[in-house]
Nanobody
Framework: VQLQASGGGLVQPGGSLRLSCAAS????????MGWYRQAPGQQRELVAA???????NYADPVKGRFTVSRDNAKNTVYLQMNSLKPEDTAVYYC???????????WGQGTQVTVSS
C-alpha cells in the first residue's frame, strides 16, 4: 500500500489547514486509517484515527479543533485542522492498517508550521 500525503504548509496561529492522504487501493480494505505527528526532538504521536466502522479517536490536545474524515470514492482520508497553535508544528504522517495485515503502512510526512 502506498500513501501520498499532502496539504502541509505555513499558517498563522488561529488558522486552518486540511491534510489529504490518498491511498493506492480502496480504503474499504483498511481496518484503521489515521494521522500521526512528530515534532523536533519528540516521539511520533497519534493525532487522529478513523476506523472502518466510522469511529474516531483524537489525541487530547487536538480534540475539538481537528477532524478526521474520509472520501471512499477517492480513497482519501483528510485531517481538517482548525484553530492551529504553534505547538501543532510538526511533520504529519498518514498511516493505514489493512485488514489481515500484520503491520501498517506509512506515508511520507508533510510539514505543518504554525507561526506568526
Amino acid at each position: 500500500v502506498q500513501l501520498q500525503a499532502s496539504g502541509g504548509g505555513l499558517v498563522q496561529p488561529g488558522g486552518s489547514l486540511r491534510l489529504s492522504c490518498a491511498a493506492s487501493r480502496s480504503i474499504f480494505s483498511m481496518n484503521v486509517m489515521g494521522w500521526y505527528r512528530q515534532a523536533p526532538g519528540q516521539q511520533r504521536e497519534l493525532v487522529a484515527a478513523l476506523s472502518s466502522g466510522g469511529s474516531t479517536n483524537y489525541a487530547d490536545p487536538v480534540k475539538g479543533r481537528f477532524t478526521v474524515s474520509r472520501d471512499n470514492a477517492k480513497n482519501t482520508v483528510y485531517l481538517q485542522m482548525n484553530s492551529l497553535k504553534p505547538e501543532d508544528t510538526a511533520v504529519y504522517y498518514c498511516y493505514c492498517h489493512p485488514y489481515g495485515s500484520i503491520s501498517g503502512y506509512w506515508g511520507q510526512g508533510t510539514q505543518v508550521t504554525v507561526s506568526s
